[in-house]
């Protein structure tokens, strides 16, 4: 069972770094070019995609996952509490 996942584990690596070295462009390959860098991959099935995966490209601002901005409350806002004083009923403003 164990060789089974190795070996799914192996090709599944090979070809996601295969697909991955096919679709990027020369812009942003590091090192090799990608027909040596395809070459490597094909070649050494689990390692040359691992190879590709850690060395082969170049990681841009793009590939970073959005960051998530922590959500304030209103009391947090300096608008908003500059407002506060414009939008507080005034008790004599009922009478009018």
């Known amino acids: 069972m ?26 942003d390959i590091r090192t090799l070019p990608k027909p040596l860098w395809l070459l490597l991959i094909v070649a050494l099935p689990l390692l040359g995609g691992m190879i590709w995966i850690l060395f082969g490209r170049q990681s841009s601002p793009g590939n970073q996952p959005p960051r998530r901005l922590r959500s304030t409350g209103p009391d947090d806002d300096p608008d908003f509490l500059r407002n506060l004083d414009v939008r507080k009923p005034r008790p004599d403003d009922k009478d009018k």
């Open 2 to 27: 164990a060789r089974v996942l190795f070996v799914l584990a192996a090709i599944g690596v090979t070809v996601y770094a295969a697909i991955d070295c096919l679709q990027s462009s020369d812009d």
